[in-house]
């Protein structure tokens, strides 16, 4: 069966360092997605990007991320100087069509220190 | 952007008993998914049920679109179903999910 994956499951870095989360959605899907899941706390969505460009974003993104679409299959998010409050799992994820079911990858837990 | 109320917030079942998760949501959706988080932070797939019911195995769903709320079911219930279960909608106009807080599943043996 198809899925989302990511890499690398866990990351570790020192504050103000550039960390690149890496994801790689199901090959036919063409909406793709970032969020957020700071410990104990809910999902939150980051960003979603469609036809090579973001298509919507939440107040959370801002200047410190970006997302890119490198190449066919890789989606990735870089945080550009991270803080401690940066500390989360991230998940990607994916679907064909909007407003149609998303597909989460197995997350990337960050620790910054 | 719209509201999502999952509750119980947390709720204790002995293995084999019955239970049901709510779900209510401020506005209309257009796109609802049910997800099990599992103790590796996995979240897994559901169910996707924008309305109507659906079954798979023990566990079932019934999104009401018209009264803007869902309802997951779980049947007989086993200690590997421990774990958070969250609700998620997108409204019109919208590309993301709103997740709920989510319901802390236990099953003890």
């Known amino acids: 069966e198809p899925e989302v994956t990511q890499t690398p499951s866990h990351q570790v870095t020192q504050m103000g360092q550039e960390v690149i989360l890496r994801c790689v959605p199901i090959?036919?899907?063409?909406?793709f997605y970032w969020y957020r899941q700071i410990l104990g706390q809910k999902v939150e969505f980051l960003v979603s990007f469609y036809n090579n460009e973001i298509s919507e974003k939440s107040e959370i993104f801002d200047d410190q991320f970006s997302v890119e679409r490198p190449d066919g299959s890789n989606f990735t998010l870089k945080i550009r100087s991270t803080k401690l409050e940066d500390s989360a799992m991230y998940f990607c994820?994916?679907?064909?069509?909007?407003?149609?079911?998303?597909?989460f990858g197995q997350g990337t837990r960050l620790t910054v220190v | 952007g719209i509201q999502v109320e999952q509750s119980p917030p947390d709720l204790i079942l002995q293995e084999g008993a019955n239970s049901t998760l709510r779900c209510n949501f401020s506005?209309?959706?257009?796109?609802l998914q049910w997800f099990h988080q599992n103790p590796w932070g996995q979240l897994i797939n559901l169910f996707y049920?924008?309305?109507g019911t659906k079954q798979n195995g023990r566990l079932s769903a019934t999104t009401v679109a018209t009264e803007r709320y869902s309802l997951l079911y779980i049947s007989s219930s086993q200690t590997t179903d421990s774990g958070v279960y969250f609700c998620?909608?997108?409204?019109?106009?919208?590309?993301?999910?709103?997740f709920g807080k989510g319901t802390k599943l236990s099953v003890i043996p």
């Open positions: 090959s036919n899907h063409l909406y």
């Open positions: 994820a994916s679907s064909p069509e909007v407003y149609t079911e998303a597909f």
């Open positions: 998620a909608g997108g409204g019109a106009g919208s590309y993301q999910l709103t």
């Open positions: 049920i924008p309305s």
């Open positions: 506005d209309s959706v257009n796109n």
